[in-house]
């Protein structure tokens, strides 16, 4: 039979424990930084040429600049 007065010492499962929980989450933060990393410069890099296919489309873009007077000939029905 146990002596239920007598006290067990885990305190080196206690530090084991707190250790390996620490190096678990130092190795998440660290994928986690490296991760947002790439993500952030692919996103920079789509960025730069978000908006190109409408610079070509603004190059052929001609507004019709018309006068009152020059409406009836511009309107055929």
Do not use: C, W
Request: proline fraction near 1%; glycine fraction near 6%; hydrophobic fraction near 45%.
């Amino acid at each position: 039979m146990k002596n239920p007065f007598k006290k067990h010492d885990n305190s080196g499962k206690l530090v084991a424990g707190l250790a390996l929980g620490a190096a678990f989450a130092g190795a998440i933060v660290y994928l986690y930084i490296k991760r947002k990393a790439d993500i952030d410069a692919a996103a920079a890099e789509l960025k730069e040429h978000a908006q190109d296919y409408l610079k070509e489309k603004r190059r052929e873009a001609k507004k019709l600049k018309t006068d009152v007077s020059e409406l009836a000939n511009v309107i055929h029905h």
